[in-house]
């Protein structure tokens, strides 16, 4: 069929050009002016181009109209031309797309999978992360690698959805490990109700969900302290295992979305690895609810808190009821960046009359200016020294600042001060480079 | 000299923009929607509206990059280059967003008979590729071609 059409409009053309040329060659036999037969020569150009232009873009049609043919047949649009593409269709190519035409084929077709990567090379390392139980040995002002993180979000039919995080990181023990970060199943049959089940980033604040470990969406060279890792000196259960759902809810211009969380909870009587997957200290299980606000009227506007419950059963210890309470108000636009998030941890042993209330927070202003984005971070985390769980941590704050440059589409060049107070400890100064890179 | 020399720097810079002709906004003529908000095109595009109110998916087709169409829509509707559009894209996946980004064709014809074919798809058309197979919508009440008319193409 498709050939069928080419072929009529070709042949229809060669109908026409003899015409069009015995046309013109009649009219060079009648004594002209030379301006004349300039004009009639300049007219009949003009005929035989428009001409051309007629049949290349009845091409370019049909072509469409095949494709279109082909995408309905089999539930994809795929870009390859069945013809060359004439001159005047000679901007970039379409890239291969995939059909969305609600056909019933469509929520049974696997889609391709895509894998995004990203990676950063590093000189020093925040001082803040976990170190070796018996200290540094040597100087953290190294060339390093980052971590190499392998990601796909791929939707598997109309409403299911997959996404996967794999991560190989290292860090001051200089061992590297391999670690599956997200792995989520999700069902999305509306925009009010959402369902999700793996393991994934705890709705407990904005900077998680929104930057998790790709250095490359940081401003930063790294996490805040309040977001470290759980089994890097971190006293949020910012992964957990378990079940997810979120939604909006109808509020018109505020915006407003739920999430309710269903988790096996943080491992305290083996805090070496906290994320529980197989075994579960506890039959009772973590909660966590989180409302969170994005108004219609000031787009990169966020703001929420959520509410987490656990119990905890640490070896030798009471059972230690624990919540967290976090509290976020960002905006995110194309040029100012201002986020401030809060948590305060809070222990009570049960049996007894004990509780601790720790505290997290940072904030975090940052401005473009065209490709350069200065920023600047207060970090703040208060861990009571008597606190069962978060055992030598203590109290760390300090400033730092930067510049982040993007020096091509997908490489950013951050380079970064920090001062790090912390109780007991040397304050820190902290100097680091590095290059963030997304492929 | 000078004030001639200012004036001709200054018709140089902003003539282009007031010349650029208007992109129509159209949509499937089975889409009952007549209207849209500017701000609910940046939704629309961004990926974060991902039905219609009739339950239709959303489809957006767009030029392929580096097309003077594809710029002025990004440019008019989110104020972004084809460079922050594609960070965003990437972020927005990444984030676990599954909306996808806006499909890409080579030419308005091409982009017509795909909005045509698609019940929940929308795009933009000069006024010249508009016919009666698709139905152009007005962007906060106003039509292409009337003044304070704000979708336009760019480079």
């Excluded at chain 1, 020093?124 to 060339?143: D, I, M, N, Y």
């Excluded at chain 1, 200065?374 to 861990?383: A, G, K, S, T, W």
């Excluded at chain 2, 609910?40 to 339950?55: A, I, M, V």
């Amino acid at each position: 069929m498709h050939r069928g059409i080419r072929g009529h409009n070709v042949s229809r053309c060669l109908i026409l050009l003899p015409f069009l040329a015995t046309g013109m060659g009649a009219q060079q036999t009648q004594p002209l002016t030379p301006a004349a037969s300039a004009a009639v020569s300049a007219q009949g150009n003009d005929v035989t181009a428009r001409l051309l232009k007629k049949i290349e873009e009845m091409e370019i049609s049909q072509k469409r109209m095949q494709d279109e043919i082909d995408t309905l047949k089999g539930g994809r649009l795929m870009a390859p031309p069945a013809v060359p593409l004439p001159a005047v269709a000679q901007a970039p190519p379409a890239e291969p797309i995939q059909a969305e035409v609600e056909t019933p084929a469509d929520s049974h077709t696997l889609g391709p999978v895509e894998f995004r990567g990203f990676s950063d090379f590093d000189y020093g390392r925040a001082w803040f992360e976990k170190q070796p139980p018996t200290g540094l040995v040597g100087s953290p002002h190294s060339f390093n690698v980052g971590d190499f993180d392998l990601f796909t979000n791929t939707r598997i039919s109309e409403h299911w959805s997959v996404l996967g995080e794999v991560l190989v990181t290292s860090d001051f023990s200089n061992e590297f490990s391999v670690e599956m970060d997200r792995l989520l199943f999700s069902y999305k049959p509306s925009e009010y109700f959402n369902f999700g089940f793996g393991k994934f980033n705890t709705a407990l604040g904005y900077y998680p969900a929104a930057f998790n470990r790709a250095r490359y969406f940081q401003t930063a060279t790294s996490r805040p302290i309040m977001y470290g890792d759980e089994d890097n000196g971190g006293i949020l259960p910012v992964h957990s295992i378990g079940l997810t759902s979120t939604g909006k809810i109808p509020s018109g211009v505020l915006g407003l979305h739920w999430i309710a969380e269903l988790l096996n909870g943080r491992a305290s009587a083996h805090p070496d690895v906290p994320v529980q997957n197989f075994v579960d200290e506890g039959n009772g299980k973590a909660v966590n609810f989180a409302l969170y606000a994005k108004p219609l009227g000031w787009r990169g506007f966020q703001t929420g808190f959520s509410v987490y419950h656990d119990t905890l059963h640490p070896e030798g210890l009471p059972t230690i009821g624990e919540n967290v309470y976090t509290a976020h108000a960002v905006y995110v636009g194309a040029k100012l960046e201002f986020l401030n998030e809060a948590s305060i941890v809070r222990h009570t042993l049960k049996g007894t009359s004990e509780v601790y209330r720790s505290l997290t927070g940072y904030s975090q202003l940052s401005y473009a200016f065209g490709k350069l984005r200065p920023f600047v971070r207060y970090d703040y985390q208060n861990v009571p020294s008597s606190e069962p769980l978060f055992v030598n941590i203590g109290r760390m704050n300090g400033p730092s600042f930067g510049i982040n440059r993007h020096v091509s589409n997908y490489v950013v060049l951050k380079l970064q001060y920090g001062r790090l107070n912390q109780l007991g400890h040397p304050t820190a100064n902290d100097l680091q480079a590095q290059l963030a890179f997304a492929f | 000299m000078k004030t001639f020399l200012c004036i001709a720097t200054f018709a140089a810079a902003t003539l282009p923009l007031l010349m650029a002709e208007d992109l129509v906004v159209v949509v499937n003529k089975s889409n009952p929607v007549d209207n849209v908000t500017k701000a609910q095109l940046q939704k629309l595009l961004l990926g974060e509206q991902p039905s219609w109110t009739s339950g239709k998916k959303v489809s957006v087709v767009l030029r392929s990059p580096g097309q003077p169409e594809r710029s002025g829509v990004l440019r008019s509707v989110l104020g972004m280059s084809e460079d922050d559009f594609n960070q965003h894209l990437l972020h927005a996946n990444f984030s676990g967003d599954t909306g996808g980004a806006p499909k890409t064709l080579n030419s308005g014809v091409a982009i017509r008979q795909l909005v045509m074919s698609i019940p929940g798809a929308i795009g933009f058309l000069h006024q010249s590729d508009v016919n009666d197979t698709v139905k152009a919508i007005t962007v906060d009440s106003v039509a292409a071609g009337q003044a304070g008319y704000k979708i336009k193409e760019g480079n």
